[in-house]
């Protein structure tokens, strides 16, 4: 049975710091690009980040870059995106997806809440 499980979200201050995981199972995890997309409401889908299977290859969206990390731990079997100076902008649900070649098989984990607010 195929799992994505994020965890690690919560309520921070504007300027503050959350690390979100994404723990997979039922696929082999090594095979797979990794990515983080967040959702607001009212809004569409979007990527944030993305990884490649063996870590080599990162990308970010601009409105992120420089921020945010993903980084992934094949041993663990775990995706991870360290998020700072967080602003309220960055409030969504945090989603982590996981993509074999061209998407071949595409899994989406349930999402976790991050709320930015003082």
């Known amino acids: 049975q195929v799992q994505l499980v994020e965890s690690g979200g919560g309520l921070v201050q504007p300027g503050g710091s959350l690390r979100l995981s994404c723990a997979a199972s039922?696929?082999?995890?090594?095979?797979?690009?990794m990515s983080w997309y967040r959702q607001a409401p009212g809004k569409e889908r979007e990527l944030v980040a993305v990884?490649?299977?063996?870590?080599?290859?990162?990308n970010y969206a601009d409105s992120v870059k420089g921020r945010f990390t993903i980084s992934r731990d094949n041993a663990k079997n775990t995706v991870y995106l360290q998020m700072k100076s967080l602003k309220p902008e960055d409030t969504a649900v945090y989603y982590c997806?996981?993509?074999?070649?061209?998407?071949?098989?595409?899994?989406w984990g349930q999402g976790t809440q991050v709320t930015v607010s003082s």
């Open positions: 039922g696929f082999t995890f090594s095979r797979y690009t």
């Open positions: 990884i490649s299977s063996i870590g080599g290859s990162t």
């Open positions: 997806k996981a993509v074999l070649g061209v998407a071949s098989s595409v899994y």
